[in-house]
């Protein structure tokens, strides 16, 4: 089985706590339904998205920006932006996204 990789650069240093082990492979098992969901996995792409952050959590995403192959990768974009931890981060943000392919 091939891995899915996906890059995201606003959740750096977010999962430094003691669930942290647990807290990445659910994150990176939403990424790899989102991705089999709504793309091909063994494209690569670049989504940029701006989101709502409040609570830990993020809402209101929409696409900025978009170097990606199929409108796909932007709704597998959006999915993955559900389960991004977000710590006490509040208000409008940007969210890039890249996703590797296989």
Not at 25 to 46: D, I, V, Y
Not at 52 to 67: D, F, P, R, W
Not at 74 to 88: F, K, Q, R
Request: charged share 15%.
């Amino acid at each position: 089985m091939k891995k899915i990789i996906v890059t995201t650069v606003a959740a750096i240093g977010l999962l430094a706590s003691a669930s942290a082990s647990s807290a990445a492979s659910n994150l990176q098992g939403e990424m790899t339904r989102c991705l089999n969901k709504h793309a091909n996995t063994t494209q690569a792409a670049k989504v940029t998205l701006e989101c709502t952050a409040a609570g830990g959590k993020l809402s209101a995403c929409k696409v900025v920006e978009s170097q990606a192959p199929s409108k796909g990768f932007e709704a597998a974009a959006i999915c993955v932006a559900s389960a991004l931890p977000m710590g006490d981060k509040s208000g409008v943000i940007r969210v890039p996204l890249r996703f590797t392919g296989g």
